[in-house]
């Protein structure tokens, strides 16, 4: 198959990070892969893509001003290459490649959501008016899933769910990382709190914090290990400072060592307001790490409460501190076990070769709103 895929921009992020990990695994398997974005990615990312040796292309659409342009080169850059499959990531690339399905469908348009939310009410509305202009649409948890199809973003409650992968051999703990980063960082006698995402109002550090400071007292001596960037950093920093935990809690910023943090980590932890299925957290897990997250999408369909961590409502600072502090006073040989189930549960069910082969499966069903109703060899 002739596999292209279409997204906003590479960067750090979740969907950005699945998207080459997918890619990548579609190549192995035989597939000619491109990967088209609509800004020019980071470089770290553009780094990743020219190591990777895969084709890639960008369409300059950096302002709204652009969006005719960017449009027709769009639809010339998928016509050239004349796919199989075209398929888009996230809202924006969601919208251009439907409105170019509506004159050029001679391929599997798959349009992939990747939050219980994307946006504002009128990226709802452009989702309801535009379902008819792909074939297929999918999201990565069992309640964004929900969300679409009971809101009618996706007609006929015909939205299907495709988790995020990650690949379990690369994200493995590491004992022996685990004793130098500790080393390095002073942190040989506290427990060790990691979150890694964005810095964003999803995220609701502010939750966060003010959890970790009711437990900052904590004879395990807890201390919070922030890794990530985005628009709320200072924002952080400053509450950080505010509720006195500035020998607690440090911001990283965005790392490329992670699974050397999760090997150093003892706990993991996100207060976020919603989601969809974090890779971080499929990552944290995967190292065996035991997790503390807010029951917002599919948080739930990672964390088996009781098993490999808790959960705790969103926006609730009170009670996502007391699963914090339950999981600090469990048994060492408890947290282990924790840890153990983590990987296994991860593994089983979201290792990147599952995921690539449920991809495959969904690229060779018929087209749904094509007239052409083939089969992809």
């Not at 003010?210 to 807890?222: D, T, V, Y």
């Given at each position: ?32 892969i491109k990967i088209i974005t609509l800004n020019m990615p980071e470089p770290y990312f553009l780094d990743k ?329």
């Amino acid at each position: 198959m002739r596999i292209l895929y279409v997204i906003k921009k590479l960067e750090y992020g979740g969907a950005e990070f699945q998207l080459l990990a997918i890619a990548d695994r579609q190549r192995n398997l035989g597939h000619a892969i491109k990967i088209i974005t609509l800004n020019m990615p980071e470089p770290y990312f553009l780094d990743k893509v020219k190591q990777a040796d895969l084709d890639f292309q960008c369409v300059d659409f950096d302002e709204s001003y652009q969006l005719p342009v960017a449009l027709i080169r769009l639809r010339k850059a998928i016509v050239q290459y004349h796919p199989d499959i075209v398929h888009s990531h996230m809202y924006h690339s969601n919208i251009l490649t439907r409105l170019i399905y509506i004159t050029w469908r001679r391929a599997l348009f798959v349009s992939t959501a990747h939050n219980i939310r994307e946006g504002s009410r009128f990226r709802d509305w452009m989702y309801r008016i535009t379902d008819k202009f792909c074939d297929v649409t999918t999201n990565v948890s069992r309640a964004a899933v929900d969300r679409y199809n009971v809101d009618g973003l996706v007609r006929n409650h015909a939205c299907e769910l495709v988790e995020n992968g990650i690949d379990t051999n690369a994200f493995r703990r590491d004992q022996t990382a685990r004793r130098v980063y500790r080393k390095k960082m002073n942190s040989t006698d506290n427990f060790i709190w990691l979150y890694v995402g964005s810095l964003t109002t999803q995220k609701d550090l502010p939750n966060l914090l003010q959890a970790f400071s009711q437990i900052a007292e904590h004879r395990a001596k807890p201390k919070l290990y922030i890794v990530g960037d985005g628009p709320e950093q200072r924002s952080v920093s400053s509450r950080v400072t505010s509720l006195g935990l500035d020998d607690r809690v440090t911001l990283l910023g965005n790392r490329n060592d992670l699974m050397e943090w999760y090997s150093m980590a003892d706990g993991f932890v996100l207060g976020s307001a919603w989601e969809g299925l974090p890779i971080v957290l499929l990552e944290a897990l995967s190292c065996s790490l035991p997790a503390v997250v807010t029951n917002v999408g599919g948080n739930s369909d990672l964390v088996v409460e009781g098993s490999n961590g808790y959960l705790a409502p969103p926006q609730n600072p009170t009670l996502l501190a007391d699963k914090m502090a339950e999981l600090m006073n469990l048994p060492e040989c408890d947290r282990q076990y924790f840890g153990e189930y983590a990987r296994s549960h991860i593994v089983q069910n979201f290792d990147l070769d599952i995921i690539a082969t449920r991809w495959r499966e969904l690229y060779q069903r018929p087209f749904r709103n094509s007239p052409f109703r083939k089969l992809i060899p």
